[in-house]
């Protein structure tokens, strides 16, 4: 599965993200009953308020932690497609060749490809196939259905 972050869901993301942080560090804060006045000390120079309980700042870096959970997820989730597609190409270009070697126009070697192997790439290659059977040119169909995935391995490839 891909996640593609487009502007929008990153701002999501992050937006979830500091929320996640924000309700960890305020329920580990009262769970533990942290006293603010304790744990911050005023530097007059610069009239800011500084953490200086090692408990808290504890806290405040499992937020943190917390809070960079979802995108990590997200970012290893899809390094986890990449590389299975970037695994799968040779394998899959090798079997659209034998295909057209023995007689399969470019169309039937696509679908046949995309029926026969279960990997993102072949994913791409049966809808596609599905597009073509619907009418719709080679050339565009591989487009097509190739922009779905914003990867630039995928489109180098298809171009």
């Known amino acids: 599965m891909y996640i593609q972050l487009t502007p929008m869901r990153k701002v999501a993301l992050i937006i979830g993200s500091l929320t996640l942080s924000l309700a960890c560090l305020l329920s580990l804060i009262s769970l533990r009953g942290i006293n603010f006045k304790d744990s911050f000390m005023l530097l007059p120079d610069v009239n800011i308020y500084f953490p200086k309980s090692p408990e808290f700042m504890n806290y405040l870096m499992i937020a943190f932690v917390i809070g960079l959970l979802p995108y990590t997820v997200i970012v290893i989730i899809n390094d986890i497609y990449i590389d299975n597609i970037r695994k799968n190409v040779p394998i ?4 659209l060749v034998e295909g ?5 126009t470019m169309p039937q070697a696509v679908e046949r490809v995309g029926r026969r192997r279960k990997d993102p790439l072949s994913r791409i290659l049966r809808q596609a196939a ?3 059977s619907l009418g719709m040119p080679f050339d565009e169909a591989i487009e097509r259905a190739a922009k779905k995935v914003r990867i630039p391995l995928i489109h180098r490839i298809v171009t």
């Open 92 to 95: 899959v270009l090798r079997e």
């Open 100 to 104: 057209l070697r023995s007689g399969l």
């Open 130 to 132: 599905l597009l073509m």
